[in-house]
Nanobody, 130 residues
Framework: EVQLVEYGGDAVQAGGSLRLSCAVS????????LGWYRQAPGKKREGLAV???????NYADVAKGRFTISRDSANNTLYLQMTALRPDDTAMYFC????????????????????????RGQGTQVTVSS
């Protein structure tokens, strides 16, 4: 079974940066994607970014230009580097897997499902103050 543990969330001021990390353990099929999504109180989940096992990335519009997803396969760690943070980035951030036993997902499919299916961690809180 895949286990995901996020850490690195913090309270920061607007304009600041944070790097979230996610320790991944267990077997993740090579056709799967890893990604990040977030959920703010009273709002629906929002997929942010995904990365394939081969390093292909895809970002939601809200993340483009400010967030960078990366993966250290040697240390089984997923990262989300966030810059130029805004108060509306305040949310619980989760790492998750996206994939199925069927044909490999496209980057678009992975991004649209990363917040809905698959394994996920317990989340790490990011709070951005103005």
């Amino acid at each position: 079974e895949v286990q995901l543990v996020e850490y690195g969330g913090d309270a920061v001021q607007a304009g600041g940066s944070l790097r979230l990390s996610c320790a991944v353990s267990g077997y993740v099929p090579s056709t799967y994607w890893l990604g990040w999504y977030r959920q703010a109180p009273g709002k629906k989940r929002e997929g942010l970014a995904v990365i394939s096992m081969s390093g292909i990335t895809n970002y939601a519009d809200v993340a483009k230009g400010r967030f960078t997803i990366s993966r250290d396969s040697a240390n089984n760690t997923l990262y989300l580097q966030m810059t130029a943070l805004r108060p509306d980035d305040t949310a619980m951030y989760f790492c998750a897997t996206a994939g199925s036993s069927g044909p490999p997902m496209t980057a678009s499919q992975a991004l649209s499902t990363v917040d809905n299916f698959g394994y996920r961690g317990q989340g790490t809180q990011v709070t951005v103050s103005s």
